[in-house]
């Protein structure tokens, strides 16, 4: 293989320009599909960046000094693949014969099965929110000097998510966060919102706190100029780089043009603009390398934990034991909390005290909360996020997006279902339990009391993936010794005889409700088997089972969830998938919207408190 140029000058970059142009329109066109033009206008914008800015060694994409590149704007995927054919880690027949086909890592948008690629994006408005993350580790976790580049389309700029981002990395400083905005003119369907109104998207990013650099997104010196200058970490705000570019640059008959989004070019228009842009080339690039260094915290050797103990019938909120697990947890020096502005109800705030230089304050910002435990993963940290469950659904999307960028994050809601009682429906998580398990992966975790909480909350600083944790508002008797253990994927059996007649399923506060109907039809002579159900993904069916079994398929299961997706869907998917045929469920669930009350009220309203549950169970009795 030829060697690779190195720190290249302008010549060479605005010949590269015109290879990743060519290489862009050469790969859609040959998949059948794609954004080519997207990628065309930032090409001299990546060429520039690559060949003289970005601080990378591409043979070694874990060294810990390299610079971190995102494309927020990820349907640019040619145009990133058509880097990495450049700096030489995919060959040109990969990328003419692997783009968007069955089984190659070459996806249609990028994710990190490519070791380049930090996270999955292509859902607009999340690659900047993810390196604010990124940044965050570098600045104050690794104390490391990389930059992060991030490649932003003008359309995603009437994202939210985009200015919740430029928001945060002002609070924090973050000097180490470059956005590029890409500044073409249309969107999918038409001009975008502001067009080529540099002017506007200039006051914003400076309301925002940002410095703003206006460019001629295919003048290379002036590229190189902003570049130079956005990378000096010497400052404390983060950098936007305004290009106004020409969507399909170079292209006469797509460029500029509406109704190319999307579209690769027909083969013999392919050729005509390969021919126009001046032919295939084969440059072979490297850019500066990484800064040496190693990140500042890291644990050496394994670190014991010291989980806080409660005493049998002693009265603790599971989102207390919650914060004070997760303080305990804190000892790992890779363990890193953030919370959206309710860390005094979440109890994250005692890690904040505990920990104050490993967590981060989102406030009220859920959407750049998960993001930033996202990013905060990519650099090998074991993030938790907490918020009261039902501002999740906020973030859902970002949730979903980390499952497909590999990420593993832990998040915790509190303040879930009725039980919250006065503050109402709009503050009463009745759908995550439902959300979470449908996310690729996940682990979905909801602890009846302050003993399992604290447990599970260790296990989760573990598990790969998107780990969720439900905690309860209200303070409910221990139930467990301390030192009990709680596999994920496991149960509790509270109550159990050889003559079971019905099965009593709960978690959280219907756990507490279960265990109190079980005494009261003991007294009337009916013996109920209780689980807790305290491993909502997975689930428990071997134990599940056993129940279904013992107690002629008779069972009760009361949620403080919606009907749809939460503990009923997955105890009827356990059973069912294990062949359960004979079964006579009684499924108490909210099934009328709620309003306010105190928590015996609304439980009782919702049918799911201990006359209810003892009700259901003598009907599949009688």
Not at 229 to 245: F, Q
Not at 251 to 278: F, Y
Not at 309 to 325: I, L, M, P, S
Not at 369 to 396: C, H, N, Q
Request: with cysteine.
């Amino acid at each position: 293989m030829p060697t690779p140029s190195t720190d290249i000058d302008l010549a060479t970059a605005a010949e590269l320009g015109q290879q990743l142009r060519v290489d862009s329109v050469r790969s859609s066109t040959s998949a059948g599909s794609g954004h080519p033009t997207s990628s065309m206008s930032a090409a001299d914008l990546m060429a520039v960046l690559v060949g003289r800015h970005l601080r990378y060694d591409w043979d070694n994409p874990d060294h810990p000094g390299n610079d971190h590149l995102i494309f927020s704007k990820g349907h640019a995927s040619p145009l990133l693949y058509s880097i990495y054919k450049a700096v030489g880690v995919v060959s040109d027949e990969e990328l003419m014969t692997g783009y968007r086909r069955f089984g190659s890592r070459l996806e249609g948008h990028p994710t990190p099965v490519l070791p380049w690629v930090d996270v999955a994006t292509g859902s607009l408005g999340q690659g900047l929110p993810d390196g604010v993350g990124v940044a965050l580790a570098g600045k104050y976790l690794d104390e490391l000097p990389y930059r992060v580049w991030v490649l932003c389309g003008d359309s995603e700029m009437a994202e939210g998510s985009m200015w919740e981002a430029f928001d945060k990395a002002s609070h924090y400083k973050l000097a180490n966060l470059i956005a590029i905005v890409d500044v073409n003119r249309l969107g999918q369907r038409g001009p975008t919102d502001l067009g080529w109104d540099l002017e506007a998207y200039r006051r914003r990013a400076e309301a925002f706190g940002a410095r703003v650099f206006e460019v001629d997104g295919h003048d290379v010196a002036a590229i190189d100029q902003a570049m130079a200058e956005a990378g000096d970490l010497s400052g404390e705000r983060p950098s936007v780089i305004l290009a106004r570019t020409l969507k399909g640059r170079g292209a006469s008959e797509v460029e500029d043009r509406e109704d190319w989004h999307g579209k690769p070019l027909p083969p013999e228009m392919a050729e005509r603009a390969i021919t126009e842009l001046g032919g295939e080339r084969h440059l072979l690039v490297r850019g500066p390398a990484p800064a040496d260094g190693q990140p500042r915290l890291r644990a050496d050797q394994a670190i014991e934990v010291k989980l806080p103990v409660y005493d049998r019938d002693q009265k603790v909120a599971t989102r207390k034991a919650y914060g004070e697990a997760l303080a305990a947890l804190g000892a790992r020096p890779e363990v890193v909390a953030m919370d959206g502005e309710v860390s005094n109800s979440t109890y994250a705030n005692l890690f904040a005290q505990a920990h104050p230089g490993r967590f981060f304050e989102m406030y009220i910002a859920e959407q750049q909360m998960v993001a930033a435990a996202v990013g905060v993963g990519v650099r090998g940290y074991r993030p938790f996020a907490s918020t009261f469950a039902a501002f999740f659904t906020r973030a859902y999307d970002f949730i979903r997006m980390a499952a497909i960028s590999r990420a593993s994050i832990r998040l915790s809601g509190s303040h879930a279902g009725v039980e919250i009682g006065a503050d109402g429906p709009s503050q009463m998580a009745l759908e995550d339990l439902a959300m979470m398990r449908a996310v690729h992966g996940s682990t979905v975790l909801y602890p009846s009391d302050a003993t399992s909480a604290a447990a599970l909350v260790e296990a989760m600083a573990d598990l790969d993936g998107i780990s969720y944790m439900r905690t309860t508002r209200g303070a409910y008797p221990v139930l467990y010794e301390a030192g009990e253990s709680f596999p994920v994927g496991g149960s509790k059996v509270l109550r159990s005889a050889d003559d079971d007649q019905v099965t009593l399923i709960g978690a959280g506060v219907t756990l507490h409700a279960c265990l109190a109907t079980a005494d009261r039809l003991r007294d009337e002579g009916i013996s109920a088997r209780v689980i807790d159900l305290y491993s909502v993904k997975p689930v428990d069916t071997a134990t599940l089972s056993a129940a279904a079994a013992a107690t002629g398929g008779r069972l009760v299961v009361a949620e403080d969830h919606h009907p749809e997706g939460g503990i009923g869907s997955a105890v009827l998917d356990a059973l069912t998938g294990a062949g359960h045929a004979e079964l006579s469920i009684a499924h108490l669930a909210v099934r009328e919207m709620p309003g306010s009350g105190t928590s015996a009220e609304l439980l009782g309203d919702a049918g799911i408190d201990a006359a209810h549950i003892a009700d259901a169970a003598r009907r599949l009795l009688s």
